[in-house]
DNA sequence: CGGTATCCTCAGAGATACTG
DNA sequence: CAGTATCTCTGAGGATACCG
């Protein structure tokens, strides 16, 4: 069940979900929002994505229109990414999410440790 | 590998995204913006969640301080869930990024397609 | 350099049955 | 009604090795 089941009438939201749901896509989209890379160069700023994530996720992102990739037919090969005006416009709505993040970010810490010492044992389910 | 491995200053927003990553919490969140519920009324309004991952995606999203879980000791019990303030300032985000989504839908739609089909054959790495 | 191909794992999530 | 307890399974993603 993907978006069929959404039964929302706001189930555009699962459009865009689907595309930032996984690990890499968002980071892959921050980084480029920076500016043009090459694959490796990608690779390295997006520390921690492995090779074949990296293709999987730049490939979903052009097949999106949300990236351009572009051949340089050079020895050696040579293969640049840059956001498309859509992923550029994109690009803003999530760095907007990011500074909502940043500025909760302490507050949602807080909650967490409430919620894993003290108070739940009598407000939740869970006692043990 | 999740935040850790980042290595991103923009790194907050995984934060948001670990969250909003799986497959109901916006759904939850997005349903709560719309007036506060009782968890059966919750598990119909969210189409095809299924009782423990309703049960999963509202803990986390109390523990996280999004959503209040308030029991009414009545019988039969009944137990209502609202978004708290950062809940709702958090709704807002999401439907910034619900309304990119409803504005570019149809020309992700037609990227796709058009990757499916034509040009990808010359200008992208699998030509089967 | 920028990929592809293969194998493998493990968390997220569904189905089902039971409980205070 | 609002959960909890298992059991299972799928697929996203990691590791590794090879290719044009």
Same mark, same amino acid.
């Given at each position: ?12 939201? @699962? &459009?865009? #979900?689907? +595309? ?5 896509? %968002?980071?892959?989209? !921050? ?31 052009? @097949? &999106?229109? #949300?990236? +351009? ?5 050079? %020895?050696?090969?040579? !293969? ?31 909650? @967490? ?16």
């Amino acid at each position: 069940m993907t978006i069929e089941a959404c039964g929302h009438e706001d189930c555009g939201i @699962r &459009d865009v #979900l689907d +595309r930032l749901g996984d690990r890499w896509s %968002v980071l892959v989209i !921050v980084t480029l929002a920076q500016k043009p890379r090459r694959f490796g160069e990608l690779q390295r700023a997006v520390t921690g994505i492995s090779q074949r994530m990296l293709t999987v996720t730049t490939r979903r992102l052009v @097949r &999106d229109g #949300l990236v +351009r990739r572009t051949v340089y037919d050079t %020895v050696p090969p040579q !293969v640049e990414y840059r956001l498309t005006e859509m992923g550029q416009s994109l690009a803003v709505a999530i760095q907007s999410l990011a500074a909502w993040s940043r500025t909760h970010k302490d507050a949602i810490a807080d909650s @967490r440790a409430a919620f894993d010492t003290a108070g739940t044992r009598e407000a939740l389910p869970f006692p043990g």
